[in-house]
T-cell receptor, first 111, second 115 residues
Framework: DGGITQSPKYLFRKEGQNVTLSCEQN?????MYWYRQDPGQGLRLIYY???????QKGDIAEGYSVSREKKESFPLTVTSAQKNPTAFYLC??????????FGPGTRLTVL | AQSVAQPEDQVNVAEGNPLTVKCTYS??????LFWYVQYPNRGLQFLLK??????LVKGSYGFEAEFNKSQTSFHLKKPSALVSDSALYFC?????????????FGGGTRLMVKP
């Protein structure tokens, strides 16, 4: 987990609310990623960013938005359009072509 | 396109016995292969990778993996399992022909090591 922080660790959201998950890295990595993990399942890519001020949709981008204004930060907003947002969210970063390094995750629960 | 499969949802092994967690992949170019481990409510921890070179790759915590091109496999192994190895293991692949560093992850295999 070292070098990548995610906050908060646990987050509760009421239906209809937007919430923003924080991801910060001090590894000087160019690329950053957001994944969603559901119980008993693998990771699915939500958004990724290869460079500052640029990002691309992953496999399940609907209902989510991101920004990449700084190299070290890649926040994820879960909007009210996301129908089933309860999940474990993982942020990762990587050098240009090497393995990805993961943060500790944020568990989002919709009340 | 790139894909990876972990055919076993769960692997059970007794402490002290050897363990194998299976992974097969599909890519159009050359594969870059990775193994990660996840403990409950934690992020993924990198174990080892194969990019090029020796087919047997050694990683963290005594784990190793063997790249087999003809069988398109990259099975994770450890000679003697520990109870503390019990966790969720993910295999991931990247196709060398992909310009970005997008990894595709398998569905995960839960390893249970019993005393």
């Amino acid at each position: 987990d070292g070098g990548i922080t995610q906050s908060p660790k646990y987050l509760f959201r009421k239906e209809g609310q937007n919430v923003t998950l924080s991801c910060e890295q001090n590894l000087n990595h160019d690329a950053m990623y957001w994944y969603r993990q559901d119980p008993g399942q693998g990771l699915r890519l939500i958004y990724y960013s290869q460079i500052v001020n640029d990002f691309q949709k992953g496999d399940i981008a609907e209902g989510y938005s991101v920004s990449r204004e700084k190299k070290e930060s890649f926040p994820l907003t879960v909007t009210s359009a996301q129908k089933n947002p309860t999940a474990f969210y993982l942020c990762a970063s990587s050098p240009s072509w090497n393995e990805q390094f993961f943060g500790p995750g944020t568990r989002l629960t919709v009340l | 396109a790139q894909s990876v499969a972990q055919p076993e949802d769960q692997v059970n092994v007794a402490e002290g016995n050897p363990l194998t967690v299976k992974c097969t992949y599909s890519v159009s170019g050359n594969p870059y292969l990775f193994w990660y481990v996840q403990y409950p409510n934690r992020g993924l921890q990198f174990l080892l990778k194969y990019i090029t070179g020796d087919n047997l790759v050694k990683g963290s915590y005594g784990f190793e993996a063997e790249f087999n091109k003809s069988q398109t496999s990259f099975h994770l192994k450890k000679p003697s399992a520990l109870v503390s190895d019990s966790a969720l293991y993910f295999c991931a692949v990247r196709d060398s022909r992909n310009a970005g560093n997008m990894l595709t992850f398998g569905g995960g295999t839960r390893l249970m090591v019993k005393p």
